[in-house]
C-alpha cells in the first residue's frame, strides 16, 4: 500500500507539473493533438497505479515524451502552416452573411435544433438576427449579429468613455490578493483605507477591487443570523 501511494503521489504530481507547463484549457477548448496528448497521458499514468509490478520509469519516461512532444509540435505549428492545417481543423462558418449553410450543417452533423441552441446560448433569440455564426477550432460557436440588431455604442451616439479596463481583486475573503497589489502599486494600507471609508474590516469583506479607472468595487460578507 505505501508503494501504491508513493507511486500515485510522484505521477500525480508529475502531470500537474506537465499540464501546467503545456497551458491551461478547459476539455472542450482542446485541439485534437491536445486532446490525444491528455488521452495517452492519462492512460499511461494509470498504468503502474494498477499495477505495481510496472517500473514507474515505463510511466515517467513515456509522458515526459508526449509532452516534450506536445511542445515542439504546437511550436512546429506556428511555424509550417500545412502542419497547422493537419493538426487543426478550421473554423466552419454555418451562417454566411444572415443565410444558414444546410450542407455545412449536415458535415458538421449538427441539427438545426443545435444552431438554434447555440445562438440562444450567445443571447441571440432570432436566428434571423446573425449576420455570421462560425464553429471555431475549439468547438464554440461565434455569433455575430446584423449591423441593425447590434446595441448602440457610446461610439455610435458620438460620446467619450473613461476606459474602466478589468477589475484588480484587491481583497478576497478576507484575504489581501498581494500579487494584486504588487501588480498595480497598490499598498496594505491603501486597502484599509477603502475598507474604513466603506464602515467595514478587512475580515468582513468578500471582495474589494478596484478597476483601471480608479473605481472601488466593495461586497461585504454575509451577516451570520
Known sequence: MPT??????????LLMVVFRCLGKRQVGELDMSELVSTLMLSEIA?????????????????ILVIAAL?????????????LKRLFESRPIVLIDRGVIREKELRRMRM???????ECRLQGVGDVN??????????GKLSVLPKSEKKPATPSDLGKKVKETGILHALLIDGTLNR????????????VSDLCRKHNTTEKDVLLLGIDDAGNTTLIKKETEA
Open 46 to 62: 494509470s498504468l503502474p497505479i494498477d499495477d505495481p509490478d510496472i517500473p514507474l520509469l515505463y510511466a515517467v519516461v513515456p
Open 111 to 117: 441539427t438545426l435544433d443545435e444552431l438554434l441552441c
Open 179 to 190: 500579487d494584486e497589489l504588487l501588480a498595480i502599486g497598490i499598498s496594505e494600507q491603501t
Open 4 to 13: 501504491i501511494f508513493v507511486r500515485t503521489l510522484i505521477l500525480y504530481i
Open 129 to 138: 438576427e446573425v449576420y455570421y455564426a462560425i464553429l471555431e477550432q475549439n
Open 70 to 82: 506536445e511542445v515542439v509540435v504546437t511550436f512546429a505549428m506556428t511555424k509550417c502552416n500545412p
